[in-house]
C-alpha cells in the first residue's frame, strides 16, 4: 500500500509539472507566431532571473520573517538528536537547526538544496506537543528535504509567474492588437490554470511528506494528533501573528489560516475529545467514513495544504 501510494504521488507531481511546461510551450509558441522569437525569450529570461533572485535570497528572507535563530547542540540538545536520527534514518546531511520565535504552534524547512537545508520549529510547537509527536513532525520536514520539494517548487513556479508577465506585457504594450489580445488572453488563462497546478502540487507534496515521515519511523496516530493540535492551536493563535507570516503558510505543516474552519469537520476524529487522536480512533477510522463540508471541499482547491480531515484518513490507511 505504501509503496502504491509513493507511486502514486510521485506520478502526480510528474503530471502537474509536465503539463505546466507544457502550457509554457504553448504560449511561446502563440507569441513567436504574432511577435517574432525576440520577445519569449526576453519574457523567459527576465521569469528565470526573477525566480533566480528568489532562489538566491529565498531562505535569507524565510530567516528574517519567521524570526529564525539557529541554535546549538547545547542550547537544544533534545531537538538536534532528534533531527540529527532522522537525517541519518534518510541517509542525508543534518540539516541545520533552528528555533522560530513565533507563538503560532509550527514547523517548516527550506534552502535551497539537501545540503543548505533547514528545519525549524516555533516556540508554540515546543510546548504544545509531546516527544513522538514532534518527533513524527520532524520527520515530516525531514521527508521535504529528503524529496527535495523546495527546488521542484521553485521550479514549477516559474512557469505561472512567466505566463503573468507575458499579461501584463500584452495588456500594456504597443502592439496591442487582434494578435496581441490572443495571447494575453491565453497568457491570464495559463496563469490562472498554472496557479492552480501549484497549489495542486503543494498540497501532493504534504501527502508524500506524511507518508514519508512514517517511512522514518514516526507513529501515524502520533502525526495524527500532532496535525490535530496544530489546527486547534492555529485557530486560536493571535490573528495579527498569523497576518505576519500568512505568506509563507506554505512551508508549514498545516495551513494556519484556514485552522478556524478545520476545528469542526476534526471533532468526528477524536471520539472522547481528550485532545489528542489515539492508537485505536487513527484505526477505526481507517474503516468508518469521514465528513467534509462543501465548502471545505471547495477551498481546499485554494489552498496551499490538503484538507486535515482528508490526511488523518490517509495516515490511518498507513498504520
Known amino acids: 500500500m505504501a509503496m502504491a501510494n509513493t507511486f502514486s504521488l510521485k506520478l502526480r507531481l510528474f503530471l502537474a509539472t509536465v503539463l505546466l511546461f507544457g502550457i509554457l510551450y504553448v504560449i511561446i509558441m502563440l507569441i513567436s507566431t504574432y511577435f517574432g522569437f525576440g520577445t519569449p525569450l526576453i519574457f523567459a529570461s ?10 538566491l535570497l529565498g531562505p ?26 532522522l ?4 541517509g542525508i546531511p543534518k540539516p541545520r537547526v533552528g528555533v522560530a520565535e513565533i507563538n503560532i504552534p509550527n514547523a517548516f524547512a527550506f534552502g535551497r538544496s539537501k545540503g543548505d537545508a533547514r528545519i525549524c520549529v ?3 510547537i515546543l510546548k504544545l506537543l509531546d516527544k513522538e509527536e514532534l518527533e513524527a513532525v520532524l520527520g515530516h520536514e525531514m521527508s521535504h528535504v529528503k524529496h527535495n520539494d523546495m527546488a521542484v517548487m521553485t521550479l514549477i513556479s516559474v512557469v505561472p509567474l512567466i505566463c503573468y508577465y507575458i499579461f501584463i506585457s500584452t ?5 496591442n492588437n487582434g494578435g496581441g489580445a490572443i495571447v494575453g488572453i491565453a497568457a491570464l488563462g495559463a496563469y490562472l490554470v498554472g496557479q492552480l497546478l501549484v497549489l495542486f502540487v503543494s498540497r501532493s507534496r504534504e501527502y508524500y511528506a506524511d507518508q514519508g515521515s512514517v517511512e522514518l519511523g514516526g ?19 493571535n490573528k495579527d501573528e498569523v497576518k505576519e507570516v500568512e505568506g509563507l503558510k506554505a512551508f508549514f505543516v498545516n495551513d494556519i489560516s484556514d485552522a478556524g474552519n478545520e476545528i469542526n469537520d476534526l471533532q468526528q476524529l477524536d471520539v472522547n475529545m481528550d ?3 489515539s492508537e485505536e480512533e487513527l484505526s477505526r477510522l481507517r474503516y468508518s467514513d469521514t465528513n467534509i463540508g462543501i465548502g471545505q471541499s471547495l477551498m481546499e482547491l485554494l489552498s496551499t495544504h490538503p484538507n486535515i480531515v482528508k490526511r488523518v484518513k490517509r495516515l490511518s490507511e498507513l498504520a
Not at 87 to 90: E, L, S
Open 46 to 55: 527576465l521569469g528565470i532571473l526573477i525566480v533566480f533572485g528568489q532562489y
Open 219 to 237: 507513529k501515524p496516530h502520533k502525526l495524527a494528533s500532532a496535525l490535530y493540535k496544530l489546527v486547534y492551536g492555529s485557530a486560536t493563535a
Open 122 to 124: 516555533t516556540r508554540g
Open 275 to 277: 485532545g489528542v487522536i
Open 60 to 85: 535569507k528572507m524565510v530567516e528574517m520573517m519567521m524570526h529564525v535563530n539557529y541554535v546549538t547542540e547545547h542550547e537544544a540538545p533534545n531537538l538536534h538528536a532528534i533531527v540529527e536520527d
Open 171 to 175: 495588456l500594456f504594450g504597443r502592439n
Open 87 to 90: 537525517a541519518m534514518k534518510a
